[in-house]
Structure formats: C-alpha cells, structure tokens
C-alpha cells in the first residue's frame, strides 16, 4: 500500500489533536480590524476546532 501524501495548503493551516479532534485558527482576524470591536478580537484569538461534519473531509487531507 503507497503512503498517501499530506496536502500542503492543509498541513499549514490545520493540526490533529491528541485525541483526534481538527484543530484551526480563526477566521476573519487578517485584515479590516479597525472596524472588529476589541471584544471579537480578544475572543479570534483563540483556536477554534472543526465540526464532526468537516473533520471527516480534513482528516483526508492530513492522514499523518
């Protein structure tokens, strides 16, 4: 069986937890923030995690 390759745009932007679990950063924290209250980008800090729905198509593209 030849090992599957890890999809490069992929690898950059999402990490596997130890317990399996898709994690990301979050969105809309790259530009246009001086309209964005503090509150919202206090709160994009944080690392947000995939759904169920999405984990299962992402998981395929960072199989290691």
């Keep these: 069986m030849p090992k599957v390759k890890t999809n490069s745009a992929a690898k950059k932007r999402f990490k596997k937890t130890a317990k399996g679990k898709i994690k990301?950063?979050?969105s809309m924290r790259r530009h246009l923030l001086t309209k964005k209250s503090r509150k919202s980008k206090r709160q994009m800090r944080k690392n947000a995690y995939i759904s169920?729905?999405?984990a299962a198509r992402i998981s395929q593209l960072i199989p290691y």
């Design 52 to 54: 169920q729905a999405d």
């Design 24 to 26: 990301c950063t979050s």
